[in-house]
């Protein structure tokens, strides 16, 4: 299982809705008028999106506060990180993280330097400045998948120097940035450099994870480049549709980051008094959890016949089977996997 | 321009709506209930798309009389032919031809073999058996696109023959494939074979170019290789649901056949009187068209000053600027196209 939220492989084994606590989606649902702003302008599925996606970089060039020729826009942010790896000889990736940071570039039949994050899951200055090399791609998840961990910004500054001086490029993958606590603004940190590009999505946030629309900004001569590299429409007429109505919608942005801010508190809170569970700090809306007697499978087939569906973490190079990640959804939602968790744990003769 | 579509880009020289004769798609507009189908089904925006794509591929395997598990499907056809041709390490063309075929391959860093159409647009199967090795991806329009041709079926055998003969893999681009007037069907008459896929796409026939769904048959190993390559969720959910629901619309296929033969001989018929032009025949809802007195720009300034947008066809390796494409849609929009034609060129002193 390379990736979370495959509810129908499962669906045989819980009779009932599952509970998908695999994917990290908004549990919010989408924006409140998305569907008719759809509805209204069904008519643009009989043309082809602007294969230029003019109007949509620009909504998102100002939600952003960057100009329209300075935004990328991709089918999810995996095809945001396809993309980049083509460009460059070897990627640079700290273990673990997204699967795909990894896959991509295989597939590609790039070079892959796979480094170490730390027992807190950071990562190591020396360890980097000692293998990165001039043309690498340093692909960091901010915050990272699975950990949940956004890199502070002093260290971020750093790594950035580092690239810089070495000659590499840095991606940064933010797409959980909106569902985070955070002090500062990579787009903003980072806007007169040359070798950063920031990856958002909209699909988490805004809850349309069907919709499939990523996007990034950097420099205007690299996302020249990058649109050489694309495929043609790569993103459908729906996601432009949606992506000029969600942006906007502030009321909607704010209630969210509270609502995830509290629930991830709560969370937090419930899952560090289970026994037999280490749970580590997060800055997203998913949690890792060691487990310190049980593995993945016993927990995930507990979980699943509760109706519940969690992410085993053995498929994330450098974890083995004793972690899981859960996705921060809504209030009764998180209950139920705690009295679940908990159940599955705690059992006593 | 290397793709028709583009109406922003021109809707400054021309102050109405523009009509847009550069891009193929079906002139009756989607099938009645897909709307409703789409509204109905809305919330599924907010899970991802099955990552395994089971019940659209089934519903595609239904309609091409084939197992769900030779289906492939993609962002497109174009996804198709870019994820085939990360696969090999030469592909072989005939030019005049779609563009990607060849900008694909050159972006992913492959070598490409132009071969040359004849003066009729023919395949010339010396010279393909000459050229052709193991280990390469033959990629053929069928019908080809700028030509509006079908490969007619003894010449395409041979060709299969040829193919397996010296190891090599066919790509059949059947994007077009409803349009025609066919007296085979390639999925049928390759069945059996291990070194043929056809890609057939929605996109065009259905006349939803936004929702992006393309289709692909072939044997089910070389599908698995397939979905190793291939980006995670690149079709989104409302194609998902399309993809189910537009294949059974058996009256709306055969309407949409018989409405396009019709005009597609009028549309002969009618440019064939006008002076000054040759019209080549075509099995497709496109005609290519050479310009025997003018050039495409000028005839495409023209149009577009009249309201409509056609194909300047010298971006298509091995046309030059005498060329034309024009799409054959509706009856009131052919008419104006061909008395727009006429203005253009029997201008009398």
Known sequence: MKHGGDILTYQNLYKGRIVDFSSNINPLGPPEGLRE??????NTLIAYPDIKYRRLRESIAEYL??????????????????????????????????????????????????LKLDNEFKINLNMLTQN???GDLLILGNPNNPTGLRIDI?????????????GAFLLLDEAFFEFCYSDYDSIRLFYNSLNVCVIRAA?????????????????????????????????NSFAEIAGRYIFKDREYINKTKEYI?????????ELKRIENIKVFDTHAN????KLLTYDEDYIFDSLIKRGMLIRKASSFEGLDKSYIRVAIKDYDSNKMLIEGLKECLEWRA
Chains 1, 2 share one sequence.
Do not use: H
């Open 37 to 42: 702003a759809i509805i209204e302008r069904f």
């Open 65 to 114: 506060g960057c100009r329209a020729d300075e935004v990328i826009v991709g089918n999810g942010a995996v095809e945001i990180i396809n993309n980049f790896s083509m460009m460059f000889n070897r990627v640079v990736v700290f273990i673990p993280c997204f699967a795909e940071y990894i896959e991509r570039p295989k597939i590609l039949g790039k070079e892959i330097l796979k």
């Open 132 to 134: 990165l090399r001039a």
């Open 154 to 166: 002093e260290t971020l500054q750093k790594i950035q120097g580092m690239v810089n001086d070495k």
């Open 203 to 235: 699909t988490k946030f805004f809850g349309i994870p069907g919709i499939r629309l990523g996007y990034a900004w950097t420099n205007s001569s690299m996302v020249q480049k990058y649109c050489y590299l694309s495929l043609p429409w790569s993103v």
């Open 261 to 269: 801010q509290l629930q991830r508190e709560y969370m937090a809170e």
């Open 286 to 289: 998913f949690i890792l959890i």
